[in-house]
């Protein structure tokens, strides 16, 4: 009994000091008010008057003019335990799509809607490859010398089939680089990205598992390597140390992009993109376009060079034009070894699809573990969505320092600016 009426005389003593202190609190706000109105009106007494109400309602009132925001049903109302500033879930006008924060070193431009490795092996501009150009020169010098001179030369002796179908695979090579290029190749997101994404449950429906392997490994994903089950690991899965991520078999993490592709063939710096799963078909099409524009276009154009037209072209341009007219038709000679390249690469890929290996596979000895073919497997529908809304702090990984790329060789000489 004695100890019972100690608590009780405590807990009337705490009562008691709790409302002096909203008491005093409420004088100390109403005399500020009253000396501000003196000053510059009545309308900041009329606002803080009604606190003197109640005790609770000065301490909630001293909150919110001390800068925090203390909660209705915060019984202690210690000003001090409050969050500062707007809660990090009061809306999401701090998000931003998923490609403008990209943590990988794809390029996305068109608002998200393409996409490209964006290496820069060159180093002078920080968004073209200079393998990639060179495929561009190869493709339109020769195109736009034989729809300048042959096509319409060809228009005019009444025959249409064959400038008709040189115009067709022109239209063809192009939209297949163009495609391979700028497509996603099948890139498996990142650990944060599917946490800021929150896509973990899509990508186990669409994938077959789950790639984060949250039942076994702590969230940011460090250490995952030994959690891998030990039947998964026999099929082919493995465990990514930069994309903290379980990926499936005949993927790899590529080192010039830094993602994860499914069933990746190589990264070609000719297209700067990687080649994997869902723009294979786009690169072999490419490959197959591009020798047979060279089959139509090269030898139409020796054979119009070595023409009367020709010759009375040739001696009509003057001295400054000659140069630069020459050195097309030596460009024109590149091209021809370029496209005996081509059809080498083309016989090699040729090869690999119809033994069903990728060009890793082929190089490293390593065995197709799920029997898939290379070419005619399906597609995959895409595994991210670069129109997602995340907030920035949530792709920041707390154990890694933030990697700054220098932009060229001369920022990383002298700085960017």
């Not at 990090?88 to 924060?101: F, Q």
């Not at 789950?210 to 702590?218: G, K």
């Not at 020796?302 to 038709?329: C, N, Q, V």
Request: aromatic share 10%.
């Amino acid at each position: 009994q004695a100890t019972w009426g100690l608590e009780a005389t405590g807990g009337s003593m705490g009562e008691q000091a709790t409302e002096e202190e909203g008491e005093a609190c409420a004088r100390h706000l109403q005399h500020q008010a009253a000396s501000t109105a003196c000053e510059g009106g009545n309308s900041v007494h009329a606002a803080v008057a009604p606190v003197a109400a109640s005790p609770s309602a000065g301490l909630q009132q001293s909150a919110v003019l001390l800068g925090r925001a203390a909660r209705a049903d915060d019984e202690d109302g210690d000003l001090e335990r409050q969050p500062l500033g707007t809660p990090r879930d009061a809306g999401n006008s701090h998000c931003v799509p998923l490609y403008s924060i990209w943590p990988a070193r794809n390029k996305f431009f068109c608002r998200g809607m393409f996409m490209t490795g964006g290496e820069t092996e060159v180093g002078i501009t920080p968004n073209c490859s200079a393998p990639n150009f060179c495929v561009w020169v190869c493709i339109l010098a020769p195109s736009s010398m034989y729809f300048m001179w042959v096509f319409p030369h060809l228009i005019r002796q009444g025959k249409y089939a064959m400038p008709i179908a040189t115009l067709i695979v022109f239209l063809m090579t192009s939209g297949f680089l163009l495609a391979t290029c700028c497509s996603d190749p099948g890139i498996i997101p990142r650990r944060e990205v599917v946490l800021a994404t929150d896509t973990a449950a899509r990508l186990e429906a669409v994938l077959g598992f789950d790639i984060l392997m949250a039942e076994n490994i702590p969230k940011d994903g460090q250490g995952g390597a030994r959690y891998v089950p030990s039947d998964l690991a026999r099929q082919g899965y493995k465990w990514c140390r930069t994309c903290r991520i379980l990926r499936p078999p005949r993927s790899s993490h590529c080192p010039d992009c830094d993602n994860c592709v499914l069933r990746y063939d190589h990264h070609c710096p000719f297209v700067n993109n990687c080649v994997g799963q869902r723009n294979y078909h786009f690169f072999f099409g490419f490959v197959t376009s591009v020798i047979c524009l060279a089959f139509l276009v090269l030898p139409m154009l020796f054979w119009f060079m070595k023409s009367d037209r020709f010759e009375l072209m040739a001696s009509g341009l003057s001295t400054t034009l000659e140069p630069l007219f020459y050195g097309l038709i030596a460009c024109g000679s590149l091209v021809g070894i370029a496209a005996m390249l081509s059809m080498v690469l083309w016989f090699y890929h040729l090869f690999l699809i119809t033994t069903n290996r990728t060009t890793k596979e082929f190089r490293r000895k390593l065995p197709n573990a799920e029997e898939e073919p290379t070419l005619c497997a399906a597609r995959g529908p895409r595994l991210f969505s670069p129109w997602a809304l995340v907030d920035p702090r949530d792709m920041a990984r707390g154990d890694e320092a933030s990697r700054l790329e220098p932009s060229s060789i001369f920022s990383a000489c002298f700085g960017d600016d």
